[in-house]
């Protein structure tokens, strides 16, 4: 079986400026070919900002993009956006397919201490899809914090991040990343994006592919603006799982 080919897309983001970050993907996937998966950060049009989601480009303009990319790559193209809805403001990760199709995940633990909480309507749907026999769990940045929501339930082989996560808790990031592999026993990658952000936020990025055992694969420097790419074995993963079975002995916690 082949295996699954992602690359990570690690990048500064202009500030409040769709179009331009736009435009500087379309830069940035002219080079990239080949790939099952290409992954950009999260609020990838407007950068972390609270008001993001007012100003914005819509929904619409954000998958035709996406689709358009999808197309060309013969990938599916993941990353979050602010987005404004009938229900309020949230921050949206859109996964989008070669052939339009959409899933969505609106991220559910919001950074309360940027208020974001304030500013957005946490998710409530812990979203599972599957794309070229994998099965994926899409979640975004905080939500990394939370172990009980990644809980692998034997229904996911990847765990896909995005994310705006700071240079000073990058510790965090890159640790929490690795757990998040061990204690589910799956492929685990986080995409971070780099730079200055309109608030004086600094980022690393740090984005890394991780393996089911805990084993970096892929990693990038920190402070550059780079592309990761990491070829994930199903084959490995299901083989690893069968002969060291920890996750048949997960507690069933249930959320409320």
């Known amino acids: ?12 983001l202009v500030w409040m400026d769709g179009q331009a970050n736009l435009r500087h993907f ?24 609270m008001e993001a989601a007012k100003q914005s480009l819509s929904e619409q303009d954000v998958i035709a993009w996406m689709r358009d990319k999808a197309r060309q ?3 599916l193209i993941a990353a979050s956006a602010a987005l404004q809805t ?18 969505r995940y609106d991220k559910r633990h919001l950074f309360r201490m940027a208020n974001e ?19 994926i769990l899409p979640l975004v940045c905080y939500d990394l914090r939370f172990p009980v929501w990644s809980r692998n339930r034997d229904d996911y082989d990847l765990l896909l991040y995005v994310a705006n996560w700071p240079a000073p808790r990058s510790l965090h990031w890159q640790a929490l990343l690795v757990a998040r592999a061990i204690e589910n026993q799956a492929w685990v990658a986080g995409c971070n994006r780099v730079g200055t952000d309109g608030n004086g936020h600094h980022y690393r990025g740090d984005s890394l592919v991780v393996s089911p055992q805990g084993e970096i694969v892929a990693d990038a420097d920190p402070h ?11 084959e490995a993963l299901r083989e690893y799982r069968k002969q060291f079975p920890a996750w048949q002995d997960a507690d069933p916690f249930t959320l409320g």
């Open 26 to 49: 379309d830069v940035q996937l002219e080079g990239v070919s080949g790939r099952d998966i290409i992954v950009l950060p999260e609020m990838f049009t407007t950068g972390f900002a």
């Open 73 to 75: 790559n013969n990938a």
């Open 224 to 234: 550059q603006a780079t592309r990761i790419d990491a070829q994930l074995s199903l």
């Open 117 to 135: 909480h304030q500013h957005y309507e946490a998710g409530r749907e812990r979203v599972v899809f599957s794309w070229r026999g994998w099965r």
């Open 86 to 103: 009938e229900q309020g403001a949230v921050n949206r990760f859109l996964l989008v397919e070669p052939e339009g199709n959409v899933h």
């Open 1 to 12: 079986m082949p295996g699954l080919k992602i690359s990570l897309l690690q990048q500064p």
